[in-house]
């Protein structure tokens, strides 16, 4: 069973304990339990586990089609392995969606940076806003609706409401593209062990 479990293999960071060292927290930040997965007749992961205290910084390292992105979709809720079980600070995420695990506090990064090239950079940024404000976009852009009712403020409240369209149309398309990333999640892996063979 492959274990990744940066603690058992290196001395403890630098830390402010007095004495130079970080201490690990009782509960890991993130910990995936014997995680397996097969996509048709291959199987990618088999019983992987990994560790990471708070602080600690774990690389992975491996040849293609090893499964280092593979294990990484598993942890961040792209692909949903068959058998095991992760957690993030303690709290048992299998289940949750990308975008669930994102509102926990979960982030990666991607190898391939998709852009959208129509749009300025500005737009790309704001794309995942959401996630760092402590409010729902559509919660928020409602309360301003019900101030400017409040207000008497037709012309706010007729351009909040534009807005609210287009954030729930917004969504829409993000479920959309989460739901075509699911359908095709198989195949494309597929396809890539077949390029890189």
Known sequence: MPVL?????????PGPDGDGARRPTAVPVLRADDVSIRFGGLQALTDVSVRVEEFEIVGLI?????????IFNCITGFYRPQ???????????????????SALGMGRTFQNVGLVKTETVIDNMLTAQHAAVEYGAVKR???GI???????????????????????????????????????????YLAEQIKES
Do not use: M, Y
Not at 84 to 98: C, M, N, Q, T, Y
Not at 172 to 179: G, K, R, S, V, Y
């Open 146 to 188: 019900e101030l400017c009712r409040a207000k008497g403020d037709t012309g706010s409240r007729e351009l909040l409401q534009h807005i609210l369209v287009q954030e729930e149309e917004h969504v829409n398309w993000l479920e959309a593209q989460q739901t075509l990333l699911e359908q095709v999640g198989e195949q494309g």
């Open 83 to 101: 058998r095991g079980r992760i957690l993030f600070k303690g709290e048992d995420v299998s289940d949750l969606p990308p975008h669930e695990r």
């Open 62 to 70: 491996g040849p293609n089609g090893a499964g280092k992105t593979t």
């Open 5 to 13: 479990d940066g603690a058992d293999r290196r001395a403890p960071a």
């Open 141 to 143: 852009i409602n309360e």
